[in-house]
């Protein structure tokens, strides 16, 4: 018999246990009964709040002329409008920027977040602290968003009608139509799992092997593929909304 563990076997009740696998060890919130990913909820936390700092800093002193913090989140905002409007047009942009925005800051924050903040330094009892993206759970949360969020615009265009596409263009291929809503999101959220946990676990084995100096330009590379699996996660979230308004 496998065993599937991904929390502490002592908080699996009577329940048919299959596989055994884990990567590393987790630090976990038993709250009322509710398991929850400390470590993922701990950077995710700090991520948020250093966002919310950024962008209160940019929008503090407006001046028609910006400088300083008011250029740099002027310049972050015209990025991610950029996004938008390439995917979504004129027509939809806007109403879809903050969505669009939010879900690249924040897949951008938690990649940066993980790359160069020396998170080792902080012990835990069990675990260590790391980018929230090299989690499944958090990746595959970001999925369900994004499938939540064009469903959403379909039907609020379209009504009922949205359900007509499942069956173009023939009836045969409805379950295929189905799956594939789901499939493309799902997609999204086990690449940025799988490059953030794999750039992670490259670092750390070089750490160990050979000296830290050695490792710098694999840190750098995993930076830059952070910022690029925010860019494309953000970029085709947006693509699948506008496949839904249209």
Known sequence: MFILKDYPMHLINNS???????????????????????????VSWVVITLLLIL???GAKNLNRIPENWQNFTEATVEFTQDIAR???GESYYRNW???VSTLFLFIFGCNWAGAIIPW??????????????????TTAALALLTS???????????????FKRYLEPTPILLPINILEDFTKPLSLSFRLFGNVLADELTISVLVLLIPIFIPLPIMALG??????????FSTLAAAYIHEALE
């Open 55 to 57: 962008s209160y800093l």
């Open 86 to 88: 390439n995917q979504l």
């Open 148 to 162: 939540l969020a064009y469903f959403y615009g379909g039907l609020r265009k379209k009504g009922l009608g949205y």
């Open 223 to 232: 930076i830059f593929a952070g910022s690029v699996q925010a860019l494309i």
């Open 97 to 99: 920027l903050p969505f």
């Open 120 to 137: 080792k330094l902080i012990i835990l009892p069990e675990g260590e602290l790391a980018a929230p993206t090299n989690d499944i759970n």
């Open 16 to 42: 048919l246990l299959l596989a055994n696998v884990e990567i590393g060890t987790h630090y976990y919130w038993n709250i009322g009964g509710l398991i929850l990913h400390g470590q993922v909820f701990i």
